[in-house]
């Protein structure tokens, strides 16, 4: 197939034999970072509300709780994972939009084929708590 093609057009085929699909974890262990998939956050009691979720300071996603929201995100080293409020009046989490910290954690890079999590955010100490955050995490 390759029969009178010049050094460029094989060099082209080959590059382009390179490029494919990876699936997220398939990408953080190229990339040699970590990656954390969130499947869903849950609040446990009382009515559903609209919060947000940040990775390490950027915003990933923003709706309403207990509905299955899928959002991946690769990292390096560690992830700081928040959940926000959304102020009532304005709707929105970005900037001073943003309501106050619901609660936060940590992970660090999980086992290549992955590690479920499931992390309570109590923001009451005194209180059980009433959000979940449901993911896996990827390591390199």
Do not use: H
């Not at 609040?43 to 390490?56: A, D, I, Q």
Request: net charge negative.
């Amino acid at each position: 197939m390759l029969k009178n093609k010049s050094p460029e057009d094989i060099n082209r085929v080959s590059n382009e034999g390179l490029f494919t699909e990876l699936t997220p974890k398939e990408a953080s262990g190229i990339e040699g970072g970590a990656a954390l998939n969130i499947f869903q956050v849950n609040k446990l009691g009382g009515p559903k509300e609209t919060v947000c979720l940040y990775v390490n300071g950027e915003q990933i996603w923003k709706g309403e709780t207990n509905t299955a929201i899928n959002q991946f995100k690769a990292f390096q080293f560690s992830a700081y994972v928040e959940l926000k409020k959304v102020k009532e009046a304005s709707g929105n989490c970005g900037g001073d939009e943003c309501g106050d910290v619901i609660g936060a954690f940590s992970l660090s890079a999980g086992p290549v084929g992955g590690s479920d999590f499931l992390q309570p955010i109590q923001p009451d100490p005194n209180n059980p708590p009433i959000y979940q955050v449901i993911g896996q995490n990827f390591g390199p």
